[in-house]
T-cell receptor
Framework: SQQGEEDPQALSIQEGENATMNCSYK?????LQWYRQNSGRGLVHLIL?????REKHSGRLRVTLDTSKKSSSLLITASRAADTASYFC????????????FGTGTRLTIIP | DAGITQSPRYKITETGRQVTLMCHQT?????MFWYRQDLGHGLRLIYY???????DKGEVPDGYVVSRSKTENFPLTLESATRSQTSVYFC???????????FGEGSWLTVV
C-alpha cells in the first residue's frame, strides 16, 4: 500500500515556468524524501526533509513539509527541458529506510 | 566510481524458470534493497538487508528469495517465475537507515 501519494499524476508546463508537485502521506514520519526518475533510468535522490523541518532548498528546488496536514510539496523554479522526468516522494513511516515507501509519482513534462 | 550495478539489464524468461538478478555495490553501504516498479503501483519493496547475512521481507516478498553473504552483493532470485513478476527491478543501497538511497539502473524482466 502507498504511504505517499503524489498529485497531480501528470503535469505539463512551458520551459521557464515553475512546477509544483504535492505529496500526501498517511502516518507519522521521520523524514520525507523526493526522487527523480528519468525515462528508463533509476531513481536519483533530490532532497530529504526531516519531520522537524518546514522548508528546505537545494538549487532550483524548494521543498515544504506540513506534518499537521501530512503533506509535502516540491517546487521546481525556472523549469528546463532537462527537468522532464517522474518525481516521487518517499516516506519512512517512523521505521527508517527499511520501510521506505514510494508514491506512484508525478510525470512532469517541460515543453520547450 | 562504479556505484551500484545490476545485471542483467534486460531478460526474457519462461514461466516456471528460475531467474537470478544480480546487484553489486562498491560503496560498502550497510543497507541494500530490492524494489519492483509497476505501472499504477509505484515502487514496492521486495526485500531488504541491513548487513551481510541479515535480510528481511518488504511489502511484496512472495515468490522471491534473497541472500547476502558479502556486503557488496545482494542477488534476487525468482524461484519459479510467473507472468505477474514481469516488472522492472531496482536494487538500491544506503549507508544507514534513514539516509539517502542510491539506485541502480534497473533490470527489465519479462516472463512469457
Amino acid at each position: 500500500s502507498q504511504q505517499g501519494e503524489e498529485d497531480p499524476q501528470a503535469l505539463s508546463i512551458q520551459e521557464g515556468e515553475n512546477a509544483t508537485m504535492n505529496c500526501s502521506y498517511k502516518t507519522s514520519i521521520n523524514n520525507l524524501q523526493w526522487y527523480r526518475q528519468n525515462s528508463g533510468r533509476g531513481l536519483v535522490h533530490l532532497i530529504l526533509i526531516r519531520s522537524n523541518e518546514r522548508e528546505k532548498h537545494s538549487g532550483r528546488l524548494r521543498v515544504t513539509l506540513d506534518t499537521s496536514k501530512k503533506s509535502s510539496s516540491l517546487l521546481i523554479t525556472a523549469s528546463r527541458a532537462a527537468d522532464t522526468a517522474s518525481y516521487f516522494c518517499a516516506t519512512d513511516a517512523n521505521f527508517g529506510n527499511e520501510k521506505l515507501t514510494f508514491g506512484t509519482g508525478t510525470r512532469l513534462t517541460i515543453i520547450p | 566510481d562504479a556505484g551500484i550495478t545490476q545485471s542483467p539489464r534486460y531478460k526474457i524468461t519462461e514461466t516456471g524458470r528460475q531467474v537470478t538478478l544480480m546487484c553489486h555495490q562498491t560503496w560498502s553501504h550497510s543497507y541494500m534493497f530490492w524494489y519492483r516498479q509497476d505501472l499504477g503501483h509505484g515502487l514496492r519493496l521486495i526485500y531488504y538487508s541491513a548487513a551481510a547475512d541479515i535480510t528481511d521481507k518488504g511489502e511484496v516478498p512472495d515468490g522471491y528469495v534473497v541472500s547476502r553473504s558479502k556486503t557488496e552483493n545482494f542477488p534476487l532470485t525468482l524461484e519459479s517465475a510467473t507472468r505477474s513478476q514481469t516488472s522492472v527491478y531496482f536494487c538500491a543501497s544506503s549507508v544507514l537507515s534513514g539516509n539517502t538511497i542510491y539506485f541502480g539502473e534497473g533490470s527489465w524482466l519479462t516472463v512469457v
